[in-house]
């Protein structure tokens, strides 16, 4: 069974930064590409992040503009998110995602940035 659970979301102030983990189980994590996508109510799903299985970034979507960082730990089957200098527009629930070796999303993880 693939599975992905998102964490470390919550409430952030303007300005603020926040690191996202996503603990993957059920297939080789370290040989797969893994995403971060986001989704905020009444809007389609967003493109956040992409990272190869070494390690490397890939992309990032446009509104990032060097904000964030997509990273993962091969031996912790993890793949994080660290979020800085975070925007009230960055508010919305987490996803990560997986191509192969079958689809897969986690259920996600809401961050909520707010005075």
């Known amino acids: 069974q693939v599975q992905l659970v998102e964490s470390g979301g919550g409430l952030v102030q303007p300005g603020g930064s926040l690191r996202l983990s996503c603990a993957a189980s059920?297939?080789?994590?370290?040989?797969?590409?893994m995403h971060w996508y986001r989704q905020a109510p009444g809007k389609e799903r967003e493109f956040v992040a992409l990272i190869a299985p070494s390690g490397d970034p890939v992309s990032y979507g446009d509104f990032v503009k060097g904000r964030f960082t997509i990273s993962r730990d091969n031996e912790k089957n993890t793949l994080y998110l660290q979020m800085n200098s975070l925007k009230s527009e960055d508010k919305a629930v987490y996803y990560c995602f997986a191509v192969r070796p079958v689809s897969a999303w986690g259920k996600g993880t809401q961050v909520t940035v707010s005075s």
């Open positions: 059920g297939f080789t994590f370290s040989s797969f590409s």
